[in-house]
């Protein structure tokens, strides 16, 4: 049965900058199963994703971290990324003088230059006709060559995110609120997409949000409710139009007494 | 000017220090007392030699270019027009003078003579270096390449170069200079003139790639007259002991251009005084100066930046942005503004920064090694949107980068 758990969290505590954030949490994630961590603001959301992915601000005090049943507490967020974690950033630092489609060009497999390495950063490439194709689809062939995350807009920001993740062929994906910011049309882009994801039934995916927008485009198999850094409640996909019409106050009141 | 004046006036300059840059004293070094011999071709380069070039910029195969010009210390040479270019001359700066008697009037006309210790210096010894001429109207495409070697010890390449380009002709021209590592003490003295007539168009790419014994001191500047364009791209991609210069450009009738970009990436323990000069003497002139500054290891970089607006309606953009790799070494920007005249718009913006954790986080997240995500954003910050840089010497900036990073890291 634990065969199917790629990845665990376990009693995992949580500081930045001296400020306590997780107080012990304890969250499972299957193979090709899809998650919802929701919680209202500042309710260790985000810090869980950061601290899977390593980012060395997010410090871990206590508890564990397993992938694949073993713990990657000592790897480095570049370890991690290649085991298979990957996190779409909620807000991406702009990288100068690198376009982005060079950069996918480099770190995405898929898209990988025939060419040898020491012209990536040159003029054309073959492959990047493929790769402009697939821009194609999540609406983002405009900023193709553009500087990373330079002056993108939101929606823009989201999904060349959700590009980026997705050409990782990752084993686990975090979506760092994937709908903010997004139009209805970029949503159902957006959605559409992770619809795909989930019916490969390949990569886990781990929605972080506090609203349920994207999650009406895809069905969630569990559902993970943090306040105040604990995991307070787990559910499914019917308690979200519960949670929308109460509140998470009221919702949470109710429902752990 | 009569030449026995400019060598009066280089006498009376002789102990004059530089307004910046450590000073250096020009007893110590020997100073070339006989006239160079001819190079036969490039055939006879050596394989070291061969790479030595490649590495800032020149192709040995001549195949992408117009015109080769080659020169070791201040004793052999190669100047060589490929036969099909009318409109272009490449020769010895002492030849050409020799040739043509107007050209006296070019020498020392942009620097002068009396500038400091060490343009006294240059006039009062032997000289070499190269003369290269678009006549009037000639688009020569191809870039003209030269290559000055220094591989003597102790020793002093004095060179004075002077470029012209006539009206409306258009030149390119990629220029490197290196010493191989293994070089001990020795002095570059480089004087450069450049002329810009009305409507031409002159590119100027310096590689510079120097051993670590190496004080370098280029006098350059520039005129560019009426609707004429002057763009300079330099970079220095090599530890050395200390460069400093200044070089300025005049833009003397309307609508002249210049832009100045300079990379530098500094290492171990040099010390780099690299700046740029912009002088808008002319109603719509206008131009920039932009300077982007790596420092590893324990170096020092001082990039300075001066505007001078003479006239009204004139531009001037000045950037210098500076990137510490190291907590040893030190970055200070100067920027300098001056304006004199009323409508003279002059603006600058100088940022000194270390590479960011996040930005260095977010790209080891993509499955980059710090090394890569650090080198990666390296390489970002010195991707120069430079009109006409040739792949060669962005790829030879890429490939000094990985170097460093590769050794340091």
Redo the contacts between chains.
């Keep these: 049965m634990n065969d199917d758990i790629l990845l665990e969290t376990r009693d995992l505590r949580v500081e930045v900058n001296g400020v306590p954030i997780l107080g012990g949490i304890d969250l499972t994630f299957k193979i090709g199963q899809v998650y919802a961590v929701l919680g209202p603001n500042a309710s260790g959301k985000s810090t869980l994703a950061k601290t899977i992915?390593?980012?060395?601000?997010y410090k871990v005090t206590g508890g564990d971290i397993l992938f694949n049943s073993k713990s990657i507490l000592g790897e480095?967020?570049?370890d991690?990324?290649?085991m298979g974690i990957?996190?779409a950033?909620q807000t991406?630092?702009r990288?100068?003088?690198?376009k982005l489609d060079d950069?996918i060009c480099?770190?995405c497999p898929d898209y990988q230059c025939s060419d040898d390495s020491?012209?990536f950063?040159?003029?054309t490439c073959a492959c990047k006709q493929i790769l402009y194709d697939d821009f194609e689809r999540l609406g983002i062939r405009n900023l193709a060559n553009r500087?990373l995350n330079d002056g993108f807009s939101g929606g823009e920001l989201k999904r060349s995110e959700l590009f980026?993740v997705l050409s990782?062929r990752p084993k686990v994906m975090f979506l760092d609120e994937p709908d903010s910011g997004l139009d209805y049309d970029s949503l159902k882009i957006v959605g559409k997409e992770l619809k795909a994801i989930r019916e490969k039934h390949e990569v886990t995916l781990v929605i972080i949000s506090h609203h349920r927008y994207v999650l009406e485009f895809l069905e969630v198999d569990k559902v993970y409710i943090l306040q105040h850094g604990k995991l307070v409640y787990i559910g499914d996909m019917s308690d979200i139009p519960v949670l929308e019409e109460k509140g998470y106050e009221r919702f949470l009141a109710e429902m752990t007494g | 000017m009569p030449s026995d004046n400019k060598k009066k006036r280089a006498h009376s300059a002789r102990e004059k220090p530089s307004q910046y840059g450590s000073d250096i004293d020009l007893e110590n070094y020997n100073y070339s007392t006989s006239k160079p011999n001819d190079l036969e071709s490039l055939d006879e380069l050596s394989e070291q030699d061969r790479i030595l070039t490649q590495e800032v910029g020149f192709d040995p195969s001549q195949e992408r270019v117009s015109a080769t010009f080659m020169q070791f210390d201040n004793e052999s040479f190669l100047a060589d027009v490929l036969i099909q270019q009318e409109g272009l001359e490449v020769m010895p700066t002492d030849q050409a003078l020799q040739k043509y008697d107007w050209l006296h009037d070019y020498l020392w006309n942009a620097v002068q003579v009396d500038t400091d210790k060490y343009t006294a210096r240059s006039e009062l010894e032997n000289y070499s270096g190269y003369f290269i001429r678009a006549t009037a109207g000639s688009k020569i495409k191809m870039p003209v390449q030269s290559c000055l070697i220094m591989k003597k010890n102790q020793s002093v390449q004095n060179v004075h170069n002077i470029v012209i380009a006539e009206e409306g002709s258009e030149l390119h021209i990629i220029t490197g200079c290196a010493t191989p590592s293994n070089v001990e003490q020795s002095l570059h003295l480089g004087v450069s003139e450049f002329y810009v007539k009305k409507k031409a168009r002159l590119t100027f790419t310096m590689v510079h790639r120097w051993s670590e014994m190496t004080d370098v001191r280029p006098r350059s500047a520039t005129i560019v007259e009426e609707n004429g364009t002057f763009i300079s791209s330099y970079a220095i991609l090599s530890p050395l002991k200390s460069i400093q210069t200044f070089p300025k450009v005049r833009l003397v009738e309307p609508g002249a251009k210049a832009d100045l970009y300079s990379v530098v990436y500094g290492s171990k323990k040099s010390k780099y005084d690299i700046g740029g000069l912009l002088s808008l003497e002319a109603p719509n002139s206008s131009g920039k100066v932009i300077s982007r500054s790596i420092a590893t290891d324990e170096c020092e970089i001082i990039a300075r930046g001066d505007l001078i607006g003479l006239s009204g309606e004139t531009r001037g953009r000045l950037e210098c942005d500076g990137l510490l790799v190291s907590n040893t070494a030190v970055i200070r920007a100067v920027p300098m503004l001056a304006a004199r005249a009323e409508g003279s718009e002059l603006s600058h913006e100088a940022t000194v920064g270390k590479v960011?954790?996040?930005?260095l986080?977010?790209?080891?997240?993509?499955?980059?090694?710090?090394e890569e995500a650090t080198s990666?954003?390296i390489?970002?910050?010195?991707?120069l949107k430079v009109p006409d840089l040739p792949?060669a010497l962005?790829?030879s900036i890429?490939d000094a980068i990985k170097m460093s990073m590769e050794g340091s890291m």
Excluded at chain 2, 361 to 370: C, F, K, T, W
């Design positions: 992915m390593g980012l060395p601000e480095s967020i570049t991690r990324a290649r990957a996190y950033f991406p630092p990288i100068s003088g690198v950069f480099r770190v020491e012209t950063m040159g003029e500087d980026q990782m | 960011g954790a996040e930005q986080s977010y790209l080891m997240s993509r499955g980059l090694n710090e990666l954003i390489r970002g910050f010195v991707k792949p962005q790829k890429d």
